[in-house]
């Protein structure tokens, strides 16, 4: 029975060992390559791993820590930036979480948009339009799109993307310190 034991162990551990690599070289690394490339992005903290570890459908990018000094923009950029490193890859969807909190979903197409149009895409129509793509972690709309004249949409449209920082990281960074 203890040999067994010790070998049901050993086995359990170099699963753990392969889906922590798997992870590494697969989502979290590229991300931190593609990211280090830009020096805006210093000091914000990102990881990136497949859901549970092991779902290869669904990837989590995970803020960690941003410093005081970084802006709502830096850290939509690194999002924007990391889709951009793995646009070759179709995944069913993407959790912004922090802290290994989940927060929002998006869908994997929509993610793999943003990476494809990274390079020529106008950052502030993404900024107003991205709310509009996620859901709550229930699956729920996370924020209902605005209908009415231009300006009163495009203030809301900008008020939403504060409001999904706010629930994303800001709160919950205010709260613990």
């Known amino acids: 029975m203890r040999r067994y034991s010790l070998w049901l162990a050993l086995v359990a ?34 990881w990136g791993y497949y859901q549970h570890g092991v779902n290869w459908h ?28 793995l646009k070759g890859r179709r ?21 793999q948009k943003l990476g494809e149009e990274y ?14 793509h996620l859901a709550n972690p229930d699956g729920t709309p996370a924020f209902e799109e605005p209908l009415g004249g231009w300006l009163y949409v495009l203030g809301q449209q900008m008020e939403d993307f504060g409001e999904l920082h706010d629930r994303w990281y800001l709160r919950e960074m205010a709260e613990s310190q």
Do not use: C
């Not at 989590?60 to 709502?72: A, C, G, I, N």
């Open 119 to 132: 390079d020529w895409q106008n950052p502030v129509y993404t900024m107003r339009t991205f709310p509009y």
């Open 58 to 85: 669904h990837v989590v990018f995970d803020l960690r820590d941003v410093p005081r000094t970084k802006s709502k923009a830096d850290v939509f950029r690194t999002l924007l930036q990391s889709a951009q490193v």
């Open 13 to 46: 551990v170099a699963a753990l060992g392969l889906t922590s690599v798997s992870n590494w070289v697969a989502i979290h690394r590229p991300i931190q390559h593609g990211l280090a490339k830009d020096p805006r992005n210093e000091g914000i903290r990102i």
């Open 91 to 111: 995944f069913d969807s993407v959790t912004l979480a922090f802290r290994h909190r989940p927060k929002f979903v998006i869908p994997g197409d929509y993610f």
